[in-house]
């Protein structure tokens, strides 16, 4: 039956086979614009004299910010893209999972203590009590309407936070032993990238490594960086997994389900369908995915504070999401990316390029830079622009922002034709004799179908 | 010899679970599909269905009418678990389905449509049509996700593919079946609405204003849809303006005003009903 599927239907652009081609070529695509941003970036970095070393650096980080945030991305998308319940508490959701999985691994001998289990089970509890906060947090978000749904997922991030800070949290003693948040302070732990000195150790992985590792000698990399892109290979594995998962709940009836609440929740009911059930599943899910996208992110310091979970970390999730197209896997993915790349590590590189030539000194306020234009010296500004440069990347992220609103409102990919179904559905059954076999379909369907 | 003795027995056996299903079946045929019984329904001070009881027998089509402000929509919205009805019960092929869950009443076998339509604009026709049929194993998410499963899931959506693209087929709307459903007409929603509430396999539909927004060529074949249907054995209760419809294909009609039922009865009977010219009707018919 599904061997002679033709998928290649011309007027059909988008409206693809749910199984191979689509999240083949999707992969492609993303490959195809990390590699030219690469060669970008790497070109650009040649040509204006910064060290290999630097610009491998820099990629590095690049990529290692762009995973986490297409993992995020990815999470939220479920959330948000397709089943249109507007989470803006993605923060509290990876304080969860990464504290529970600090507390399951911290030694039991450091302050706060922890259990000490193995890095996995750390791993897998974080996920399982993101989502069962998760759950916690769907219970209430039943009885209310998206927008209040938001200021709940808001107020919990920020409860979470605050619990984590506060003092009575801070440390308290069970058998001896003091237990606790750490406060302020935090949490120290063993890395989840501690993960890439074990796999050093193994046979293939090791070999693979050492090659690396001369290669970087040759090249004039440091062992640091190629240390961390081994870690970012492990994340991408991770974006792989997370896309193709999600790909799969996307491209099915559970994902035609999401799609429709999102849509229309009440017409969804209407048709016989649990729709407080699926909402409750999917949140879980999906806080589920934030938990462990947050252990791979800041699990991967080897402290962990509440710092690390202001809002405006669920902020940047969503400004990679809007970027690439909310409800699209493939746009939550380059999202995660081009935020990555190009509004937040592109304006350093930007930097790092100026220093490179010239011995920039901000002066104290921009009235003084442009006094020093006027008198006609520019390098004043350019260097008061690359000493505030952290500050003028939000004014970066705004306008791209607004540009964006007016020129592709659904995002890079947003808007895109994707059939939320099992099988390729542009495939016509050969009947086509009209009514007659529309009514047998009708009275018979339910009966001989099953 | 036990042999002998036992067979008759079998056989009376099975001849009075027989007779008993037969005689269940004909109970169930004689008792109307929908009961409503002295439904109440306030919202705050406001009382907007105020006792209203009707039955609507099975395989006919029945009209509700009434001015605007009668009950109608609020009716539907009780009988299908929007509201929580204030007073009275519902009953549903002998089924209490008084205060059930929207999704549960519609599992039962009443589904309804909407006034204004309510297509899943951002969704094509086609993902519209799949959304509808009852127990899909691909909505649970493991089905869908873990790879044993997903063959017998991908099994049953090219099924599902098939019965969505002959009812489109029926309602002459499969060459919209790639577009956004929010990009249809008014009158192609209001169809899709009825192709997608017929793939639930529903016993009765109920349908609010179907006629509404609908030009008159596509009204009538509107109407020879729901005139196959009903041959097909569906029982239609639908909320219309048009008196033309209303008396022309409806075999019974229930008039509401004022949150009460008004009058009951045969269309002929009801179009010279004093009450319900005086109230509704203006005197005209």
């Known amino acids: 039956m599904s061997d002679d599927r033709t998928t290649g239907d011309g007027l059909l652009d988008g409206v693809r086979e749910s199984d191979l081609p689509q999240w083949a070529t999707d992969l492609g695509l993303i490959a195809g614009i990390v590699l030219a941003t690469y060669v970008g970036f790497a070109v650009l970095g040649l040509l204006t004299g910064v060290s290999v070393n630097a610009i491998a650096g820099f990629l590095q980080t690049v990529t290692f910010y762009a995973a986490v945030y297409a993992l995020v991305a990815l999470a939220l998308n479920l959330h948000w893209g397709y089943t249109g319940l507007f989470n803006i508490g993605v923060a509290g959701f990876m304080a969860v999972g990464v504290y529970t999985m600090a507390i399951l691994t911290a030694a039991p001998d450091g302050s706060p203590a922890g259990l000490g289990l193995p890095i996995p089970i750390g791993v897998v509890g974080g996920m399982i009590a993101a989502a069962l906060v998760g759950f916690v947090a769907a219970l209430p978000a039943l009885r209310v309407r998206a927008d209040y749904f938001a200021i709940v997922t808001l107020g919990l991030s920020e409860i979470i936070r605050l619990s984590l800070l506060s003092g009575a949290l801070r440390s308290f003693e069970i058998g001896g032993t003091e237990y606790g948040t750490g406060g302020g302070s935090g949490i120290r732990y063993t890395p989840v990238d501690s993960v890439i000195p074990w796999l050093l150790e193994r046979p293939v992985f090791g070999f693979v490594g050492d090659q690396l590792f001369a290669l970087g000698t040759i090249l004039g990399i440091q062992p640091s960086v190629i240390q961390g892109a081994l870690y970012t290979g492990v994340l991408i594995v991770f974006v792989v997994a997370f896309y193709l998962l999600l790909t799969r709940i996307t491209y099915s009836p559970f994902g035609r389900l999401l799609k429709a609440i999102r849509e229309d929740e009440l017409a969804a009911r209407s048709l016989g369908k649990n729709t407080d059930r699926t909402k409750i599943i999917v949140f879980m899910v999906g806080c589920g995915l934030m938990g462990l996208a947050g252990i791979l992110w800041q699990g991967s310091r080897s402290l962990v504070s509440p710092d690390s979970f202001m809002p405006i970390v669920t902020f940047y999730i969503f400004v990679a999401l809007i970027v690439g197209g909310e409800g699209s896997n493939t746009g939550s993915v380059i999202g995660g990316f081009a935020f990555a790349a190009f509004l937040w590590e592109g304006p350093r590189f930007i930097r790092t390029i100026v220093r490179t030539h010239a011995d920039v000194r901000a002066p104290p306020t921009i009235y003084d830079a442009f006094v020093a234009l006027g008198g006609g010296d520019p390098l004043a500004l350019v260097g008061y622009m690359i000493g505030t440069l952290d500050e003028i990347r939000f004014i970066l992220v705004g306008v791209v922002l607004i540009l964006l609103m007016i020129w592709r409102p659904d995002g890079l990919l947003g808007h895109r034709k994707e059939i939320a179904a099992a099988t390729d559905l542009s495939r016509r059954p050969t009947a086509t004799d009209g009514g007659q076999t529309g009514e047998e379909a009708a009275t018979t369907g339910g009966e001989t179908d099953e | ?285």
């Open chain 2, 1 to 285: 010899m036990s042999d002998v003795e036992t067979e008759p027995t079998a056989d009376a056996a099975t001849t009075t679970s027989e007779d008993s299903t037969e005689a269940t079946g004909s109970r169930l045929d004689e008792m109307p599909i929908l009961r409503v019984d002295d439904l109440v329904k306030r919202f705050g001070g406001i009382t907007a269905i105020d006792g209203a009881s009707f039955e609507v027998e099975r395989g006919t089509i029945t009209g509700l009418i009434g001015p605007n402000g009668a009950g109608k929509s609020t009716t539907f919205n009780c009988i299908t678990g929007v509201h929580e009805p204030s007073e009275g019960s519902v009953v549903f092929e002998g089924t209490d389905i008084t205060s059930r869950r929207t999704h549960q009443i519609a599992t039962e076998g009443l589904v309804r449509t909407f006034q204004i339509a309510r297509e899943l604009p951002e969704m094509t026709v086609l993902e519209n049509m799949m959304l509808a049929p009852q127990g899909q194993l691909g909505e649970s998410l493991w089905r869908s996700v873990a790879p044993i499963a997903r063959r017998e899931v991908v099994r049953e959506e090219e099924q599902l593919r098939q019965r969505a693209w002959d009812t489109l087929e029926f309602f002459e709307i499969d060459h919209l079946a790639h577009d956004y459903a929010g990009t249809l007409s008014g009158g192609q929603r209001k169809l899709l609405e009825m192709a997608r509430a017929l793939l639930t396999d529903p016993e009765m539909m109920l349908l609010d204003e179907p006629m509404a927004g609908v030009n008159p060529s596509l009204e009538k074949k509107l109407l020879e849809h729901v005139h196959e249907l009903q041959e097909q054995g569906y029982t239609f209760l639908l909320v219309e303006h048009d008196m033309d419809v209303i008396m022309n294909h409806c075999e019974h009609v229930i008039v509401m005003h004022q949150g009460q039922v008004l009058a009951e009865g045969p269309a002929a009977e009801i179009k010279s009903n004093d009450e319900v010219i005086e109230a509704y009707l203006g005197g005209e018919v």
